[in-house]
T-cell receptor, first 114, second 119 residues
Framework: AQSVTQLDSQVPVFEEAPVELRCNYS??????LFWYVQYPNQGLQLLLK??????LVKGINGFEAEFNKSQTSFHLRKPSVHISDTAEYFC????????????FGKGTMLLVSP | DSGVTQTPKHLITATGQRVTLRCSPR?????VYWYQQSLDQGLQFLIQ???????AKGNILERFSAQQFPDLHSELNLSSLELGDSALYFC??????????????????FGPGTRLTVL
């Protein structure tokens, strides 16, 4: 079985400050990892995904994430946030072997203030 | 706009009733996924269909069922509704969705959701 833990339910930050949203996963096999963003009253949108290769993954809107296998983490970062980044962010995992489903974390609400 | 449409946007019904949620995928996408988002359970994958066939199953209750039609639109049927079924139900689509783990490498495009309220 696989699971995802997003360590912070809310992260308040000032505009133009850097931010890191933390995600740890648990799986007995190798994984694919995803970050999705959900803006208020909208569906989810894929920010980035790690399938294989380089552990540093760049996504849309200036976000990036680093896959760390030894620490089973996939933290999301942005060097300078904007007000428009205020949203809920979900980390998700699926296994890359055999039958798999997609498991989401509980989400982290990023609150960007002026 | 992701290109995925869901109807209705809002649905209010009573316990014990049955409802049908509809999803039209992006043009050309063969896979449809259903998700439930609630305050209690968070975001949960329910079921995936690929070109009319069930491909993967998640935390879907036996009271719930889905199907994908020849024109690739999908319906999620929820029956014997309980208060706890109140949630936002999302549909997503992706281009392929080949079996097992490979399907999850696709980028999924989410619809705006259907908010179900069970009174």
């Amino acid at each position: 079985a696989q699971s995802v833990t997003q360590l912070d339910s809310q992260v308040p930050v000032f505009e133009e400050a850097p931010v890191e949203l933390r995600c740890n996963y648990s799986s007995s096999v190798s994984v694919y990892l995803f970050w999705y963003v959900q803006y208020p009253n909208q569906g989810l949108q894929l920010l980035l995904k790690y399938l294989s290769g380089s552990t540093l993954v760049k996504g849309i809107n200036g976000f990036e994430a680093e896959f760390n296998k030894s620490q089973t983490s996939f933290h999301l970062r942005k060097p300078s946030v904007h007000i428009s980044d205020t949203a809920e962010y979900f980390c998700a995992v699926s296994s890359n072997s055999g039958y798999s489903t997609l498991t989401f974390g509980k989400g982290t609400m990023l609150l960007v203030s002026p | 706009d992701s290109g995925v449409t869901q109807t209705p946007k809002h649905l209010i019904t009573a316990t014990g009733q049955r409802v049908t949620l509809r999803c039209s995928p992006r043009s050309g996408d063969l896979s449809v996924y259903w998700y439930q988002q609630s305050l209690d359970q968070g975001l949960q994958f329910l079921i995936q269909y690929y070109n009319g066939e069930e491909r993967a199953k998640g935390n879907i209750l036996e009271r719930f069922s889905a199907q994908q039609f020849p024109d690739l639109h999908s319906e999620l049927n929820l029956s014997s509704l309980e208060l706890g079924d109140s949630a936002l139900y999302f549909c997503a689509s992706s281009p392929s969705g080949t079996s097992g783990s490979l399907g999850w490498t696709d980028t999924q495009y989410f619809g705006p959701g259907t908010r179900l309220t069970v009174l």
